[in-house]
């Protein structure tokens, strides 16, 4: 029998836009429970996650695909429900958002997003100027804080990967225009058609959060 992986998403469950592209790169054997922060939240609930001053605006999903925007300190205690909920049925748990969450703690391993595209940032040498994409506007200074690098330069640009409107191709060209080294796309809601998109206009290699968790789970997992 295969692993049994639990993916939590800040938004809801199931992530329909997201798992079925990690479970092909995954293979069949392994077997995926999904559990989201905001399951079974209506809309008004969901307003009051909203993100107060000085809070970080997280990005995510609706089951209907509505794009949602809560604060980062409010959405923590209930990832952390559904880590307590996943964790005795799982071997893994993996995070479906590529935040920062070192508060959450498990009896699983907990494979978080944000800290794997550290580490492939930080092992690839000659990027001297590194492009990112984020999913809303908000989270540029944030982000450009985050990926700077000792004698580096970032880049930052914003297309949310939920709206019904095309942004990400009018942001990669505004990437391109930097002439960045690397692209790093900043959310687990980009797809691989987001990455062909990118590289296709930047003409750079660009990395995909949602294909980097799939390898790192058949690693731990094989």
Same mark, same amino acid.
């Given at each position: 029998?295969?692993?049994? *992986?639990?993916?939590?998403?800040? %938004?809801?469950?199931?992530?329909?836009? +997201?798992?079925?592209?990690?479970?092909? !790169?995954?293979?069949?054997?392994?077997?995926?429970?999904?559990? %989201?922060?905001? @399951?079974?939240?209506?809309?008004?609930?969901?307003?009051?996650? $909203?993100?107060?001053?000085? @809070?970080?605006?997280?990005?995510?999903?609706?089951?209907?695909?509505?794009?949602?925007?809560?604060?980062?300190?409010?959405?923590?205690?209930?990832?952390?429900?559904?880590?307590?909920?996943?964790?005795?049925?799982? @071997?893994?748990?993996?995070? !479906?958002? /590529?935040?920062?969450?070192?508060?959450?703690?498990?009896?699983?391993?907990?494979?978080?997003?944000? $800290?794997?595209?550290?580490?492939?940032?930080?092992?690839?040498?000659?990027?001297?100027?590194? %492009?990112?994409?984020?999913?809303?506007?908000?989270?540029?200074?944030? $982000? !450009?804080?985050?990926?700077?690098?000792?004698? %580096?330069? *970032? *880049?930052?640009?914003?297309?949310?990967?939920?709206?019904?409107?095309?942004?990400? /191709?009018?942001?990669?060209?505004?990437?391109?225009?930097?002439?960045?080294?690397?692209? +790093?796309?900043?959310?687990?809601?980009?797809?691989?058609?987001?990455?062909?998109?990118?590289?296709?206009? /930047?003409?750079?290699?660009?990395?995909?959060?949602?294909? +980097? +968790? $799939?390898?790192?789970?058949?690693? !731990?997992?094989?």
């Amino acid at each position: 029998m295969g692993a049994r *992986v639990g993916m939590i998403t800040i %938004g809801q469950s199931p992530r329909s836009d +997201v798992v079925p592209e990690i479970q092909k !790169l995954l293979g069949a054997e392994i077997d995926v429970v999904e559990c %989201g922060a905001l @399951d079974g939240a209506s809309t008004e609930m969901v307003k009051e996650l $909203a993100p107060a001053a000085g @809070d970080f605006p997280l990005v995510t999903r609706m089951r209907s695909g509505e794009e949602v925007i809560v604060g980062k300190s409010k959405i923590v205690p209930k990832v952390q429900r559904c880590v307590d909920r996943l964790q005795n049925q799982c @071997d893994i748990l993996v995070v !479906l958002c /590529t935040g920062h969450f070192p508060q959450l703690r498990s009896n699983r391993l907990i494979v978080t997003p944000d $800290a794997l595209l550290d580490g492939i940032v930080n092992g690839i040498h000659g990027a001297r100027t590194i %492009g990112v994409l984020v999913p809303s506007g908000d989270q540029k200074s944030h $982000a !450009l804080e985050r990926w700077k690098r000792p004698g %580096g330069t *970032v *880049v930052v640009e914003g297309a949310s990967p939920y709206s019904e409107r095309d942004e990400v /191709t009018p942001s990669a060209r505004k990437l391109a225009a930097s002439n960045p080294d690397l692209i +790093v796309l900043d959310c687990m809601g980009y797809t691989s058609k987001t990455k062909d998109i990118v590289r296709k206009i /930047t003409g750079r290699p660009a990395i995909l959060p949602r294909s +980097v +968790v $799939a390898r790192s789970i058949r690693e !731990l997992t094989e």
